[in-house]
């Protein structure tokens, strides 16, 4: 079947192409209306700040467990 998809992209400014966006992660997901989906992403050194402090929190419960 003909699938059809959004290839707009908005991370708050609007990027010329996906590759300057670099690294991202997923933060939070949801349905804006019939058919519209909306993602939360973090990007760029963001990323590092956001694995980093997930990574203090596993080690904070390993420690524990």
């Known amino acids: 079947g003909n699938t059809s998809y959004s290839v ?6 609007h990027v010329a192409e996906t590759g300057q ?7 939070e ?6 058919g519209v989906k909306r993602i939360t992403a ?3 050194p963001k990323v590092a700040a956001y ?6 929190q596993i080690d904070g419960l390993a420690h524990k467990v």
């Not at 707009?8 to 400014?13: I, M």
């Not at 997901?29 to 019939?34: D, L, R």
């Not at 694995?51 to 203090?56: A, F, M, N, Y």
């Open 42 to 44: 973090l990007t760029g």
């Open 51 to 56: 694995v980093g402090q997930l990574q203090s």
């Open 29 to 34: 997901q949801g349905a804006v209306a019939a």
């Open 21 to 27: 966006i670099g690294a991202f992660v997923i933060i």
């Open 8 to 13: 707009e992209l908005c991370g708050g400014t």
